[in-house]
């Protein structure tokens, strides 16, 4: 039932629970609105972050360059992943930031996706340079 609320299962008679198949579309729109929401979330994150926040998305942001320099895909998602979830709690909006959840857990299919594009690696790693800076 938790599946069919955020869409991710449709039930179907005679059949059951069905994964729901995104179109490209629908894709694009959720990433469309997810970059703004996570644009959104860096902007109250930079006025709302606490000291060990930024120091932990330091630490995070330092260890993804070996890790792009390795081109280890599954390792820099992880800790993309990590990077991401600090910068939602330092946005002190439990609102905003289970909003954006919801988003990334209907597109979690599709996330690792970019980072194995030939630069993707190296674009996540200079947008998370710019959130800090």
Not at 17 to 28: K, M, N, P, W
Not at 39 to 56: N, P, Q, Y
């Amino acid at each position: 039932l938790q599946l069919s609320t955020l869409n991710l299962v449709t039930f179907k008679s005679r059949h059951g629970a069905v994964v729901t198949r995104l179109t490209v579309r629908e894709i694009v729109a959720m990433w469309e609105v997810l970059t703004c929401l996570e644009g959104f979330c860096a902007s109250l994150a930079a006025r709302r972050i606490t000291e060990v926040e930024l120091k932990d998305l330091r630490k995070i942001h330092a260890s993804t360059k070996e890790l792009v320099a390795n081109g280890d895909t599954e390792a820099y998602a992880n800790a993309n992943q990590s990077f991401h979830e600090i910068m939602y709690r330092a946005t002190k909006n439990d609102y905003l930031s289970d909003q954006v959840r919801d988003i990334r857990s209907r597109l979690q299919a599709y996330r690792r996706y970019p980072f194995s594009r030939i630069g993707g690696l190296e674009r996540s790693v200079a947008g998370h340079e710019a959130v800090l800076t």
